[in-house]
């Protein structure tokens, strides 16, 4: 009889592990919401924190995966399953932990469109399994596929519950009107044609000013600009191409801003034609223009034609990009000229020092 209790005991347990193993399971802490799903070696975790926020709160998404050794994860595409919201910022992540898996964070900082209940819809991610003797993929498929549950949430209004529609108690009675001091206004038409005259020129010199510390910081701001792009992971095979584009665009920029060339909408040939018209000159020289059209080429044969550069590739591009904005931030003068130029002497001298 104990035999049997004992019998009956050990598969009820067994059931229910089996049970919990296959329902994905929801976590929910005082801040966030998360929800979990497992296939083989790959384990699917999406959390959103806050998990009641308000409307105008910026809402962080995060889809975290973590693969085991030889498992080739396929990370969702930027901004898939999350359209209905506005992506305010996203940070991919990629690492190695402890135990030699993979782990995978895709990290969405979202802003919600109205108040009420709301939900990130299933998030597909798929993967597949080059481990020796296993099984790469299902038959008929090129990869195994996890799907997430729904993960609903709230986002309650400004407006607290039971809140009065009437937004202010009525007006009582106007007192009598008491008339302008006749005598004050000479002072107020001096004034304002002080300000009709003021205003214009104020203006005008705020956009002055803007202009030339933005001839001035040409090469300070590509230069923070490949620095950030650099702090991030290595591309992927996958990222390699919106990589590019980001390198590509920042040289592209930079032309623009130091050297006055007006061209965001043109082909790569023709915007190599408009610099080759600045000619062998200071401005940019014929050894700077071989250089600006070698990289130019190399990043529309991965934009446009398809083409996976390998890691020296790669390398050789960063290198390229660096070593032409490092050898023309000096080749043309950065300062105003004429009457001015005198005046702004020392802040030349400390700007290339910075520099």
């Known amino acids: 009889m104990k035999a049997r209790l004992q019998i009956s005991i050990d ?36 959390a959103l924190e806050p998990d009641k926020p308000t409307i105008g709160d910026i809402v962080t998404l995060t889809i975290t995966v973590t693969a085991e ?96 529609a009437k937004l202010k108690p009525a007006l009582g009675k106007l007192g009598r009107r008491e008339p302008l001091p006749r005598s004050n206004w000479p002072f107020y038409a001096a004034g304002c044609l002080v300000i009709a005259v003021a205003v214009p020129l104020g203006v005008r010199a705020w956009i002055a000013w803007r202009q030339r510390a933005r001839r001035k910081s040409a090469y300070e701001i590509a230069r923070v600009r490949l620095d950030r792009l650099l702090a991030r ?9 919106a990589f590019y584009v980001e390198l590509s665009s920042i040289v592209r920029r930079y032309l623009e801003d130091r050297f006055d060339l007006r061209a965001p909408e043109l082909t790569t040939e023709e915007f190599l034609a408009s610099v080759g018209k600045l000619g062998g000159s200071a401005e940019l ?44 931030r000096e080749n043309a003068p950065l300062l105003l000229q004429d009457s001015e130029a005198e005046s702004s002497s020392l802040a030349h001298s400390s700007l290339t020092r910075r520099v």
């Open 69 to 164: 050794k030889d498992v080739e994860v396929l990370m969702p595409e930027f901004g898939d399953a999350v359209e209905r919201f506005t992506i305010v910022d996203f940070a991919p992540r990629q690492s190695i932990d402890s135990g030699g898996r993979s782990v995978f964070i895709q990290k969405y900082r979202l802003q919600t469109p109205a108040s009420g209940k709301q939900a990130i819809p299933p998030i597909l991610v798929e993967y597949v399994d080059r481990r020796p003797g296993q099984k790469s993929a299902p038959d008929g498929l090129d990869a195994f596929e996890i799907m997430t549950e729904r993960l609903e949430f709230t986002v309650n209004s400004v407006v607290p519950e039971g809140a009065s």
């Open 285 to 328: 020289s014929r050894e700077h223009q071989s250089l600006l059209r070698e990289f130019l080429r190399q990043a529309d044969l991965v934009k446009f034609a398809g083409v996976q550069p390998t890691s020296a590739d790669i390398d050789k591009s960063i290198q390229t990009a660096a070593r032409f904005l490092d050898e023309t």
């Open 11 to 46: 598969a009820i347990l067994r059931c229910s592990l089996a049970f919990i193993a296959l329902v994905p399971s929801v976590v929910c802490r005082a801040d966030s919401i998360s929800r979990d799903a497992e296939s083989g070696p790959v384990k699917v975790r999406i």
């Open 233 to 241: 992971p290595r591309p992927t095979s996958q990222q390699v191409d």
